[in-house]
């Protein structure tokens, strides 16, 4: 898995994720998440997930805490673009709701 990070505009950081999101991947979201938080200090984290090919109950934990991670720091952290199986993923785990829509850390 491939994490790139991309400075939308003042105040919101994109994480593009490509490849598969799972245990064995897991904590490389969690460090690029961290890093952002603690580095750039965003108003709102975006993760970009349209070229994740397969996310399994690992990879959710790991969104779910993400979002955590961030709300903590009073900031917000909304999952984008996901798409086919990871869609379906998250649908199925009943948190696709909750990561897609805007946070309300606020």
Do not use: F, K
């Amino acid at each position: 898995m491939t994490i790139d990070t991309h400075v939308v505009n003042d105040g919101v950081v994109r994480l593009a994720v490509r490849g598969v999101l799972d245990a064995a991947t897991a904590d490389l979201l969690a460090d690029a998440v961290a890093a952002v938080l603690t580095t750039q200090r965003p108003a709102e984290v975006v993760v970009d997930l349209a070229e994740v090919a397969l996310c399994d109950a690992a990879g959710i934990d790991a969104l779910l805490a993400a979002r955590a991670a961030a709300a903590a720091q009073v900031v917000g952290l909304v999952v984008i673009n996901p798409r086919g199986v990871v869609r379906r993923a998250l649908d199925d785990s009943g948190t696709l709701d909750r990561l897609t829509a805007p946070p309300t850390v606020r």
